[in-house]
């Protein structure tokens, strides 16, 4: 049975938008702001999808859910690079989006915000493969 991404989809449509028209608006412009917090916030937002998905897309090598459910973010991803449904490339990057959001989580300013916003054309390009992955019938 295939895992229903529509809603982590949706999210990295969003961020693709804010992501667009922040890089259209003048850093000086009030906009910028606004398009820069919805694209940090968005980008927040499929991290914690993207684990939570992953993790009902690991649960068939696992013994039991309880396994799955315990896994740690890096975890989730590890195990997901070592069942072939990410490459290690794709894990590493996760892994850096993660240090990513617990920095503009934790420790407030411009210049996290502006170092996310540096990852993020790859990282909605990893997002978009890993919902197709995560949305693919396990049969497949």
């Known amino acids: 049975m295939a895992i229903n991404t529509d809603f ?7 961020l693709e938008a804010a992501f667009e028209h922040l890089q259209a608006a003048a850093p000086s412009d009030s906009v910028y702001e606004i398009y820069r917090a919805a694209s940090v916030k968005e980008f927040e937002l499929i991290l914690e999808q ?5 993790r009902k897309r690991l649960r068939p090598y696992f013994a039991s859910n309880r ?4 896994l740690t973010f ?3 991803f590890r195990y997901a690079a070592r069942h072939g449904l990410i490459t290690v490339a794709a894990c590493e990057r996760w892994f850096a ?7 503009t ?3 407030y300013g411009e210049e ?15 997002a978009r493969e890993l919902a ?9």
């Not at 993207?50 to 992953?54: C, F, T, V």
């Not at 989006?97 to 920095?103: G, I, L, T, V």
């Not at 996290?112 to 990893?126: G, V």
């Not at 197709?132 to 497949?140: K, L, Q």
Request: overall charge negative; glycine content about 4%.
């Open 74 to 76: 890096r975890n989730t």
């Open 132 to 140: 197709r992955v995560i949305g693919e019938d396990e049969d497949d």
């Open 112 to 126: 996290y915000a502006e170092a996310t916003l540096e990852l993020l054309p790859q990282f909605i390009a990893d």
């Open 67 to 70: 396994q799955v459910d315990r």
């Open 105 to 107: 989580a934790h420790r």
């Open 97 to 103: 989006y993660r240090d990513a959001r617990n920095d």
């Open 8 to 14: 982590l989809v949706r999210c990295v449509n969003t």
């Open 50 to 54: 993207s684990g939570s998905l992953l």
